[in-house]
């Protein structure tokens, strides 16, 4: 999955997609714990989905703090203020 590919999606499917891939790397690992499997390189690859996923979903958590501490803010007046 591609960083323009994982822009695109909402915070609630970001979500979603962490959870269905780290149940695809359980399986991945599960799978080549038993019999070593075709491409291991997947493995690597789907951690490295993971790790996208999450950072975004990081950002958007920041940016989203962010947001409510700026109209926290903007919503003092410097009379409240001094009191």
Do not use: C, D, G, Y
Request: glycine residues 0%.
């Amino acid at each position: 999955m591609k960083n323009s590919e994982i822009l695109e999606l909402t915070t609630e499917q970001v979500i979603a997609k962490i959870n269905e891939e780290k149940a695809n790397l359980t399986k991945l690992k599960f799978a080549h714990t038993i019999s070593a499997i075709e491409n291991p390189i997947r493995i690597t690859s789907v951690r490295k989905n993971i790790a996208r996923l999450n950072t975004e979903l990081t950002k958007r958590k920041t940016e989203a703090r962010i947001a409510a501490v700026a109209a926290e803010l903007a919503s003092v007046t410097p009379e409240s203020a001094s009191e």
